[in-house]
């Protein structure tokens, strides 16, 4: 059934095309009237509207990949950022205890990376990940370390809108990726020694060209060695696809879980307690506050490809996440 008030913006629409006496107007505005009729209507809380330029082919967009593991610790498994965007003092520093190892994320002089920031790593592991799969069919040299975008290019793949505030984020977020550094320390139990890595987020970024009017222009990022090695250095990559509305994702929390639901779920179901969740998240909210926003997250149950519910627990109460695959093929 058609809303009442699609129906009125409709008639409306025909009538205003009805008084016009030019025939090129009104095809063009009829073009244009199609076009906005057609354009997908998004009603989720967790998820925000495309922008104006999401259907344009200016640019090739790959599809979007991440790195999930760095020696088998699982990165998807735990925030290597900031969720909120008010949250990235100078100095910020992360710690997680994990079962084989110690992940501390710690933030440079511009403050930490937040996860909006870190869009800006998805895109290059995309387009290398791309890259190697041109480069391994033959059709294109091996991939250097370098990837050079353009600002419009960033915008594009990560489904932003364009706009002068657009611009200085951008800028503001390589400032936080190149002082952002994730350090590992493994414990080998078989040998009873510990080894430890240092593993930025970036390698180093340079504004190679800026527009007339000062906005960022052309960008050199350097890919860092750790995500360079998982995506060219194994016959067969150390990436997972993540689906590209993941971007219209509004909220840190809510694209954490489906980080989250993507490594450790798949194609299936995965089961975590609040309080794992609280603590892999890295947020500094109270776990009462933190537990209200999950369940608001629940209750929307609207992330791409999964399902989110909540489930009793003898510690407390769990977060089960499942595929939506997974339902459609056991209600089939």
Known sequence: MVPIEETMWRRRWLNALSEITSQSLKQALARLGDSIEDAPVVDSPSLRPTPANDNQLDFFVPALHDVPVKDGIGLMDIAVFRLSKKQTRKGDIIRYELPDATVEVAGGAHGMATIYDYDIVLMMISHLAEAMHRHRKGQAEMPSKTFRPHSSEVFKFCRAPYGGRQYEALEQALDRLQGTYIKIVASDRRKAV???????????????????????????????????????????????????????????????????????????????????????????????????????????NDLPDYELVEEHGKEGPLLVIRHRRQLADQAA
């Open 194 to 300: 510990r080894r430890s890595g240092y593993f930025p987020l970036i390698a180093g970024a340079t504004v190679v060209s800026r527009t007339y009017t000062g906005r960022i222009g052309t960008l050199e990022i350097m890919i860092p060695d750790w995500i360079y090695d998982g995506v060219a250095g194994h016959e067969v990559p150390e990436i997972l696809t993540v689906n590209p509305d993941y971007f219209l994702i509004r909220k840190g929390l809510a694209r954490f879980v489906y980080r989250l639901a993507r490594k450790a779920a798949g194609s299936g179901e995965a089961t975590y307690t609040f309080r794992t969740v609280h603590t892999r998240c890295g947020t500094t909210r109270q776990f009462k506050k933190f537990a209200h926003e999950l369940r608001q997250l629940i209750a929307a």
